[in-house]
């Protein structure tokens, strides 16, 4: 079966406008294309219109393709083949690089992300109730043993986050998801520390500083959640 030239591939008259060309390649392309769901999808197909329409729907390589088909000396098993597998090629690994990104995206929200996010809530969100509890007196022992308690559990909270956190790299798009929540973690671990010195000296400034610390951490946190809402 002799191969196709680029019009043919995309079912057009050599003649045809660049509308007429686009047009074409996008009825082809949802007719093949391998997620379409559809009986006539092809994915081989779908890489020789990607290549034609590469060539065609450029005024300048479609003028020097014109000119080679119009050349005697031109073979259809020549360059133009050459040219079409280079195309399938890159075609093919960019596919590949894309399907490798967004199996990393969905196993770093998924074993790295949302852990860590529950961890970290489960740090900060008591820390309201906490503190209201211990201004009833904070020189009482029981109470201020039970608010020693909270942040030992913080502390192997925030442990167990850290080492869930550096488990895994994170896929360069969820830069910005990553950096957010090592600051979040960052904030929580100063929070703790100033917390833990308060329960040792009694001193407020240490209090107030750590529940700031968390507020930030808070605050962190969600826009960690609203970039990643974007990846979801």
């Known amino acids: 079966m002799a191969e196709l030239n680029h019009y043919q591939t995309l079912q057009v008259s050599p003649r045809a406008t660049q509308a007429e060309i686009k047009q074409s390649y996008r009825r082809l392309a949802k007719l093949f294309h391998p997620d379409s769901q559809q009986d006539t ?21 479609r003028e020097f ?6 050349n005697s000396s031109f073979s259809p098993v ?15 690994k960019q596919r590949q690089t894309a399907q490798d990104i967004d199996r990393q995206i969905q196993l770093w929200l998924t074993l790295v992300y949302q852990p860590v996010n529950r961890l970290i809530c489960r740090i900060i969100n008591p820390i309201k109730q906490q503190i209201e509890e211990l201004s009833a007196d904070p ?61 040792l000296n009694y001193d407020d400034q240490y209090l107030h ?13 969600q826009e960690a959640q609203t970039a990643f809402r974007s990846f979801v």
């Open 41 to 61: 999808a092809d994915h081989e197909q779908i890489v020789r219109l990607n290549a034609a329409y590469e060539i065609l729907s450029d005024p300048q390589r």
């Open 65 to 70: 393709y014109d000119r080679q088909l119009k």
């Open 78 to 92: 020549g360059n133009w083949q050459q040219r079409t597998k280079a195309a399938q090629k890159q075609y093919q």
């Open 139 to 199: 020189f009482d022992d029981e109470l201020m043993e039970s608010f020693q308690d909270y942040l030992k559990d913080c502390q192997e909270l925030l442990s167990q986050a850290q080492q869930i956190f550096t488990s895994m790299p994170n896929p360069s798009p969820l830069a910005g998801v990553a950096a957010r929540l090592y600051y979040c973690l960052n904030q929580v671990a100063d929070g703790i520390s100033e917390l833990e010195t308060f329960s």
């Open 209 to 221: 500083t750590g529940h700031e610390m968390f507020r930030i951490a808070s605050q962190l946190r």
